[in-house]
């Protein structure tokens, strides 16, 4: 006969995602989340299956993969899975507060769903893909309200920030998916005089726990059931604000690098995102610039050019994906009172060439499959560039950024006999010898980053524009997880999504150009313009090329 199914434990309030230790004096000191609850073929006793945090190998226990007597009863790593008695599971003490246990309990938590509404939000286990839209009218008919991530208690800068990451893409899915590694994690790579780092550093022991709630409490009902209530998020909110070194995010403002910090570094242990040429990593990228008087509604493309130009830095490599902070300071000053977030952002130019790889070019090849950096066109022919000039940034009348540095030999010459220009330093562009035979029949490609989502902030409110898809034809919508409110101080605040049928063409450059025009007065800007344009925060791109679900 088959196996029975069980929601919870009988006479507990222990149920599939809890958080549990197993107490038995051959077992101390295991702890793990339940993942399936059971009678087993011919008995009548109570069987836990649990995903432990620990390697039970090391003691001598019987473990799987979430195998039991031949038969898949759910998945997790090889030798991750046990199977106890039920009376040997109790609440994790570690978890245990003040007000009481704060597991991840399906039936404790929704004893307080009366607190958030009346719409139901299941915990959803297994692989649950980014929601797919094929057109405008399909995103209406999801948005509304009680739609997205439901915010409590100055909840907005992360309901915003993981609504953008998990809605309409995967490219923050290995975070959802990534197995606990029980000997080491790569997590921090720096450069002490000239020599390379590498700092290896294990999970740590609640990193199981935490990526379930996020992932079937959070994410999976987010992408299945378009709503994710908010006592769901303040689980991850107490995991968070206990094992990191960010404190108050339970309850206090933050900003959503704080939580990014908290929650990829500290806790997830995901590696940076962003490989710089000075040897630091980062998950993010601020905007350093000098105001420039001459712009007065500058591109994030020019900013971002600008910025990694006066740093004097590049990119290793193309990142997965890649966040953009504004330049803005705090939640009151701004550089520029209006930014055009690009939809398409070109990293050609930033990506570090091999310069400094020529001389031992040929030993790797012959080790390994090495990948040369994207080749760099010649800003005045467009043939393939050989010379970097960093001197002649912004002031080419055939670009403003840094396409304008690039040269091919012959260019380079014409272009510094000027005056201003004679005394410009310009260097070798590496370049391997077989691209330089094969340059002359093909067209030099050039590398793109799709913008995916705009966080934005208005007197320490975060909501966001999400792109519901991929392409330049996805539609867009307006997420705010604090939209309206039920009641005063008992209540309970209500999300919504909303369609942004305009928002493509305000992004486009022409559309940029006439509302900018004229809408001279924010006031008078529609609202969503207003808040895209003059309220933007930190925008995300991805390279669609690493994305999970095609």
Not at 32 to 41: A, C, K, M, S, T
Not at 134 to 145: A, P
Not at 377 to 395: H, I, P, T, W
Not at 468 to 486: E, T
Request: aromatic letters at 10%.
């Amino acid at each position: 006969s088959d196996f029975e199914r069980l929601c919870e434990i009988p006479g507990t309030k222990l149920t599939v995602g809890s958080l549990v230790e197993v107490s038995n004096s051959e077992y101390a000191d295991l702890y793990g989340v339940i993942r399936w609850i059971g009678i087993p073929p011919g008995s009548s006793n109570v069987m836990v299956g649990i995903e432990v945090e620990d390697d039970p190998n090391i003691r001598n226990l019987s473990a799987s993969d979430g195998t039991y007597n031949g038969v898949r009863l759910f998945q997790c790593r090889e030798g991750g899975a046990i199977f106890v008695p039920s009376n040997k599971c109790t609440n994790d003490r570690r978890f245990v507060e003040a007000e009481g246990s704060h597991s991840t309990s399906r039936l404790s938590a929704d004893l307080e769903a009366p607190k958030f509404g009346h719409v139901d939000c299941p915990t959803v286990l297994g692989a649950v893909p980014p929601i797919r839209v094929r057109n405008t009218e399909e995103l209406e008919d999801l948005c509304g309200k009680f739609k997205g991530i439901q915010g409590h208690h100055n909840s907005c800068y992360l309901d915003a920030t993981l609504f953008s990451m998990f809605t309409f893409t995967s490219v923050f899915d290995s975070i959802l998916y990534r197995k606990p590694d029980a000997q080491v994690t790569l997590s921090i790579l720096f450069f002490i005089h000239n020599l390379q780092i590498i700092i290896f550093l294990q999970d740590i022991a609640q990193y199981s726990a935490v990526q379930n709630v996020l992932r079937d409490e959070i994410v999976n009902p987010l992408r299945k059931n378009v709503f994710t209530r908010a006592d769901r998020v303040m689980k991850l909110r107490k995991f968070l604000d206990q094992l990191s070194s960010v404190s108050g995010l339970t309850s206090e403002e933050k900003d959503p690098e704080e939580f990014l910090n908290s929650l990829l570094s500290q806790i997830m242990r995901v590696e940076p995102f962003l490989k710089l040429s000075s040897g630091q990593d980062s998950y993010f990228y601020q905007l350093f610039v000098e105001k420039d008087e001459r712009l007065t509604f500058p591109t994030v493309q020019q900013l971002f050019e600008q910025s990694f130009h006066s740093s004097d830095i590049k990119l290793k490599e193309v990142p997965s994906c890649l966040i953009i902070q504004m330049p803005r300071f705090g939640k009151n000053y701004k550089m520029y009172p209006r930014i055009l977030p690009s939809q398409v952002l070109d990293v050609t130019d930033i990506i570090e060439d091999c310069t400094l790889l020529a001389n031992i070019f040929n030993f790797l090849n012959a080790l390994i499959n090495f990948e040369i950096a994207a080749p760099r066109q010649c800003s005045v022919c467009g043939k393939l560039a050989e010379y970097e000039c960093r001197e002649c940034f912004g002031s080419l009348q055939v670009g403003s950024g840094l396409e304008c540095t690039a040269f091919c030999q012959h260019c380079l010459k014409t272009a510094h006999l000027h005056a201003k220009r004679a005394n410009h330093t310009s260097k070798k562009i590496y370049v391997p010898r077989d691209f330089k035979v094969m340059a002359d029949h093909m067209v030099l490609p050039r590398l793109y980053m799709e913008l995916f989502a705009v966080v934005c902030i208005e007197t320490s409110h975060y909501v966001a524009f999400v792109k519901a898809g991929s392409g330049p034809d996805a539609p867009w919508c307006f997420f705010d997880s604090m939209a309206d409110r039920k009641g005063e101080k008992n209540g309970y605040n209500i999300p919504e999504m909303t369609s942004v049928r305009e928002l493509s063409q305000w992004l486009s450059d022409e559309g940029a150009r006439v509302i900018n025009e004229t809408a001279v007065k924010d006031k008078v800007l529609p609202e969503h313009a207003k808040r895209l344009f003059c309220d933007a925060y930190m925008c995300m791109y991805q390279s669609t090329d690493v994305m999970m679900y095609h």
